[in-house]
C-alpha cells in the first residue's frame, strides 16, 4: 500500500516547539520511525508537511496514495476547504493528533474534519502515528 503522511502547519517545528506537549522528536525522526515500521508491513510512505493549505490540497488533488495519514494541526478546527478536499477522497484517512486536543482549549475540541475520515488517533503522542499505520492494516 502506498500510504501518503500529510502534517499542517506549525509541525514542521516538531522537537522545538511546546516539547510539553509535542514531544521532543523532530518531524523529520518521526517519518523516519513511520517509514521503517511502513516497511516491516510492506507499506510504502511518502510525506508532505506545509504551512500553507492550498499546498497541502494540492498535494491530496495528486491522487498517488491508497491510504492517507494526516496531522491537519490547527487547520483541523476550522478548514472546511481541507475538509471538502478529504470527503473527496474514496480511500481510507486516519487523522492523528499528537497531543489530546479534547483535554486543552475549548477552540481545539472543534473538528471539521472528523466526519469525512476513517477513524482518529489522539493523545498518544508521536507513537501514534504508529498506531495510524496499523490501523491501516
Ligand atoms: C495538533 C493539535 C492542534 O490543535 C494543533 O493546532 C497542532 C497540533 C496535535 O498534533 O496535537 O498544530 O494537531
Given at each position: 500500500m502506498?500510504?501518503?503522511?500529510?502534517?499542517?502547519?506549525?509541525?514542521?517545528?516538531l522537537g522545538?516547539?511546546?516539547p510539553e506537549i509535542y514531544g521532543?522528536?523532530?518531524?523529520?525522526?518521526?517519518i523516519a520511525e513511520m517509514r521503517e515500521h511502513a516497511a516491516g508491513r510492506g507499506h510504502e510512505l511518502a510525506d508532505f508537511q506545509s504551512n500553507?493549505?492550498?499546498s497541502a490540497i494540492d498535494r491530496l488533488e495528486q491522487r498517488d496514495f491508497d491510504a492517507l495519514i494526516i496531522n491537519p494541526g490547527a487547520w483541523t478546527h476550522y478548514s472546511y476547504?481541507?475538509?471538502d478536499a478529504l470527503a473527496a477522497l474514496s480511500?481510507?484517512?486516519?487523522?492523528?493528533?499528537?497531543?489530546?486536543?479534547?483535554?486543552?482549549?475549548d477552540f481545539r475540541k472543534i473538528n471539521v474534519i472528523r466526519d469525512v475520515t476513517s477513524a482518529?488517533?489522539?493523545g498518544r503522542g508521536w507513537p501514534?502515528?504508529?498506531e495510524a499505520i496499523d490501523a491501516l492494516g
Open positions: 502506498r500510504i501518503l503522511v500529510v502534517n499542517g502547519p506549525n509541525l514542521s517545528m522545538t516547539r511546546q521532543s522528536m523532530s518531524l523529520a525522526e518521526i500553507h493549505e492550498g476547504a481541507l475538509r480511500c481510507p484517512i486516519i487523522e492523528v493528533h499528537i497531543s489530546d486536543v479534547e483535554a486543552r482549549e482518529h488517533i489522539v501514534g502515528y504508529l
